[in-house]
């Protein structure tokens, strides 16, 4: 017999027992569960070769309805007429595959995943899809523009996407020059135009510039994402005075896009006002995506927390919490 730990709790197997076998033995459907062991993620297709032995640490997760009955809750936010309780905004790329992905994001709590629009592969039809492990009837899907450097490429790119499936809420982004990723503005303003004539929600990737973000928002914006800094960089927020201004001057919901590296960083965004934070990379390329995503969790609902309550006034010198007075 092997003794392990599993959700927590120790278990005790038989030895030589596979992933696949102990989910049989739970009465647990093998497509309807993620599993990690020894906090990596087991594939699927690994689940009959992996054995587990003495010691191993194994969680084993599904997609269940709402969230923790203790989770903070401040109303949520709109966006296009549509309420979301959750204000982080994850991504689906740079994992090391779907099932890392999808406990990534079951762990961020999470209700809107960005996904690429790409061409099928009609070589392997059999091949995995996003959709197997995350269901688009549960989470919303944000399709966006993501690799276009013109406008019309982005255009053409959500036609097909709400042609594919029937999606109307779409994130724009219209990138100036691969070493960057930073956004062309003209084009952006452009193809913002477009879409928004077109019947579309466009929820739209920005530099950090006010008068812009006021332009984005005149033509129909439905929700501006200035960049932290630049996509995947990681550098955390740059230019928190120049954000805060579009905070204030927006009308329609502004959140962080891009830039994002660690929890701290979601954090300063959300207690600059931010109605939420989008992130793909910091979660994904974490050494553990899955830890990361719930800290991500954690941090944006503390940042807003504490921009709800107010912080405390800068002071140029000390202020003692005791007072001074009846000293011994």
Excluded at 25 to 30: E, F, G, Q
Excluded at 56 to 85: K, P, Q, S, T
Excluded at 158 to 173: H, I, P, Q, S, T
Excluded at 230 to 253: D, F, W
């Amino acid at each position: 017999m092997a003794q392990i730990l599993l959700n927590g709790e120790p278990r005790e197997i038989e030895s030589g027992c596979t992933v696949a076998a102990l989910l049989r033995t739970l009465d647990l459907d093998a497509a309807k569960v993620a599993v990690e062991r020894n906090l990596e993620i087991v594939t699927r297709s690994a689940f009959t070769e992996t054995v587990l032995v003495d010691g191993d640490r194994l969680e084993i997760v599904h997609f269940v309805g709402g969230g923790e009955e203790d989770a903070f809750d401040d109303g949520g936010w709109e966006v296009a007429g549509r309420r979301f309780r959750s204000r982080l905004i994850v991504g689906t790329g740079k994992y090391k595959d779907f099932a890392q992905n999808a406990a990534a994001v079951e762990a961020s709590g999470a209700e809107i995943v960005t996904v690429a629009v790409r061409r099928v592969n009609v070589t392997d039809r059999k091949a995995p899809m996003l959709t197997d492990f995350i269901d688009p009837k549960r989470f919303t899907y944000l399709p966006n523009t993501a690799g276009c450097f013109t406008g019309d490429e982005a255009v053409r790119t959500l036609r097909l996407a709400r042609e594919a499936g029937g999606w109307n809420l779409v994130k724009l982004e219209v990138l100036g020059e691969a070493r960057t990723l930073y956004p062309d503005m003209a084009e952006t303003l452009r193809a913002t135009e477009i879409l928004v004539k077109d019947g579309f929600d466009v929820m739209v990737y920005c530099a950090d510039d006010p008068i812009a973000a006021r332009r984005l928002e005149d033509l129909g914006a439905c929700a501006i994402m200035p960049l932290g800094s630049l996509i995947g960089s990681g550098l955390g927020i740059q230019n928190p005075v120049t954000l805060r201004m579009i905070i204030e001057g927006a009308k329609v919901p502004v959140l962080v896009d891009a830039g994002v590296g660690t929890a701290s960083d979601a954090a300063v965004a959300m207690e600059l006002g931010c109605a939420g934070v989008l992130m793909n990379t910091a979660i994904a390329e974490a050494k553990n995506p899955v830890l990361m995503a719930r800290a991500m969790k954690l941090a944006v609902e503390s940042g807003r927390m504490a921009y709800l309550a107010g912080r405390m006034g800068r002071r140029r010198y000390a202020d003692p919490s005791s007072p001074l007075a009846g000293l011994i």
